[in-house]
């Protein structure tokens, strides 16, 4: 298990193609999606994604050892 040293948000992000950006608070889990109120943010502008990949590239260069 890796966890960030510092500041950390708790959201799902998931990027594809470097083209569509999801981010949300959804679990792929029956009651996150049918009992539960998720959001989920659909975004497709490049320069919002180009800045989250270089932000998600910096976090995952201070990811650190946890025993957890």
């Known amino acids: ?3 960030l040293a510092k500041n950390k948000m ?3 992000a998931i990027l594809v193609d470097n083209t569509y950006l ?3 608070s959804i679990n ?3 009651p996150s999606l049918d009992q539960n109120r998720e959001v989920w943010v ?3 502008n ?3 994604i180009d800045k989250f990949s270089e932000l998600f590239e910096r ?3 201070t990811l ?3 025993e957890r």
């Open 10 to 12: 708790h959201a799902k």
């Open 42 to 44: 659909i975004i497709k």
């Open 28 to 30: 792929f889990s029956s």
């Open 46 to 48: 490049k320069e919002v």
């Open 64 to 66: 650190q050892k946890t």
């Open 1 to 3: 298990i890796w966890a």
């Open 59 to 61: 976090d995952k260069n």
């Open 22 to 24: 999801f981010i949300g």
